[in-house]
C-alpha cells in the first residue's frame, strides 16, 4: 500500500510499505482525509528524532470507514465512518492509575511512536475508536482530533464565560481554541503575526490583531474591565510569543501552554510571584473531551471546515508538508484513497 513516509533530513515522500492485518482487538481503518499538523512538522524539521524511528508512516488527523475488524472486536462493522484518538497507554504508570492516561509515562502516540494515518491502511485499537454523525463530511471530521485539543486545552484553563482570552498564536489550534472560548461565552483576542491567518480568524467572528501594531495588553485591559486577560493560551511556540501571553495576564491569570517548544525557553518567573500567576499545560485530550469536540463541530458551533486551506493526494505530500513550513496556509488535508493531482478542496 501506499502511505507517507518522515525518512530523515526533512523528506516526507509517499512509498510503498506492508499492509497489516488487524489482530485481536484492532480494526483496519481506510482514512479518507488525514490532516498535517504541527508535530508533523516538527518530525519533519527533525526535532522528534530522538523518538520517531526512521523511515516512519506518521500522521494522526484523520476521518475515514472502518475496512475490517479484528477477532474480539463488537460494536463495529465494516464500513462505519470514524475518526481515531490515537492514544495507547499503558494503564499501569503511576499516571494511567491516576486517571492520566492522556498523559502516559510510557505512551504510545500512534502516528509518532507507531505507524500512523497519513496511508491507505491503517491498523488501531477498537478501544480507540470514535464514531461519526450520521452524514458527517469526512474532510470536517478529520478536524475532530485538533478540535478536541482545543476543547481540553479551554478545559484545562478553567476560562468560564464573561472572562478575557488571549489566544497567542493563529494557526489551527490556535483558532479552534479561540472558537471554543467564544462558545464558553468568553472575550476573545487572538494574536497572530501573519495577515492571512487573521483574515481567516476574522470571517469566523473572532478578533485578531497583529501585535506589531496593537497593544494586546491594552486591549486586554479594555475588555477586562481594567484587569488583563484572565487566561492566556500561548500556542506560537515562540519566545515573543511566550512573552506576550506572560504579558497580558491579570493578577491571578492563568497562562495554559499549548505550543510546542523545540528548546528551553525563558519566562518571567518574578511576573508570576509578584502577581500570583499559574502556568498551566494542557497536552492532548480524553475521551469527554472528543465527544465535545464532535458536537461542537457537528451542530456547525466551531465551524472547523473554514479551516481546510487545500486538499491534496497522498503522492504530493511533500509539497503539502513544504506548503504549510513556508506559511500562510492553515490546514492541508491528504487525501489518502487518491494518487491524482487534480484533487481539490
Do not use: N
Amino acid at each position: 500500500m501506499r502511505a507517507a513516509q518522515y525518512r530523515g533530513g526533512g523528506v516526507v515522500a509517499a512509498g510503498e510499505v506492508e499492509r497489516r492485518e488487524p489482530g485481536p482487538g484492532e480494526v483496519e481503518v481506510a482514512p479518507a482525509f488525514t490532516g498535517i499538523c504541527g508535530t508533523d512538522l516538527h518530525i519533519a524539521a527533525g526535532h522528534m528524532d530522538a523518538r520517531v524511528s526512521v523511515p516512519a508512516v506518521i500522521g494522526h488527523e484523520t476521518a475515514g470507514r472502518i475496512a475490517a475488524v479484528g477477532e474480539g472486536v463488537s460494536g463495529w462493522s465494516v464500513g462505519d465512518a470514524v475518526t481515531v484518538m490515537p492514544l495507547r497507554p499503558d494503564g499501569t504508570c503511576p499516571a494511567c492509575r491516576a486517571g492520566y492516561g492522556h498523559v502516559c509515562e510510557a505512551m504510545d502516540f500512534i502516528g509518532i511512536d507507531s505507524p500512523g494515518a497519513l496511508a491507505q491502511s491503517w491498523v488501531v485499537p477498537a478501544h480507540t475508536l470514535v464514531a461519526l454523525p450520521v452524514g458527517m463530511d469526512l474532510r470536517t471530521a478529520a478536524l475532530l482530533e485538533p478540535a478536541a485539543v482545543a476543547v481540553h486545552d479551554v478545559r484545562r484553563s478553567r476560562l468560564v464565560a464573561g472572562e478575557c482570552a488571549v489566544v497567542v498564536g493563529g494557526g489551527p489550534v490556535g483558532i479552534l481554541i479561540a472558537l471554543v472560548a467564544a462558545q464558553v461565552g468568553a472575550r476573545v483576542v487572538l494574536v497572530e503575526l501573519d495577515a492571512a491567518r487573521r483574515g481567516l480568524a476574522e470571517d469566523l467572528g473572532l478578533e485578531a490583531v497583529d501585535p506589531r501594531g496593537v497593544d494586546v495588553a491594552a486591549r486586554a485591559r479594555e475588555l477586562s474591565g481594567g484587569a488583563g486577560a484572565q487566561v492566556a493560551f500561548e500556542v506560537s511556540g515562540s519566545q515573543g510569543g511566550l512573552d506576550s501571553a506572560v504579558g497580558v495576564l491579570a493578577v491571578r491569570g492563568r497562562l495554559c501552554q499549548v505550543g510546542i517548544h523545540a528548546e528551553k525557553r525563558v519566562i518571567d518567573l518574578h511576573r508570576f510571584f509578584w502577581r500570583e500567576l499559574e502556568l498551566v499545560g494542557a497536552r492532548l485530550y480524553q475521551r469527554e473531551d472528543f465527544t465535545r469536540a464532535v458536537q461542537l463541530v457537528a451542530s456547525g458551533e466551531v465551524p472547523a471546515a473554514r479551516l481546510i486551506s487545500d486538499v491534496v493526494p497522498l503522492e504530493r505530500v511533500g509539497e503539502a508538508f513544504a506548503a504549510l513550513a513556508g506559511g500562510g496556509a492553515v490546514k492541508v488535508l491528504i487525501d489518502c484513497q487518491s494518487q491524482v493531482s487534480e484533487v481539490s478542496a
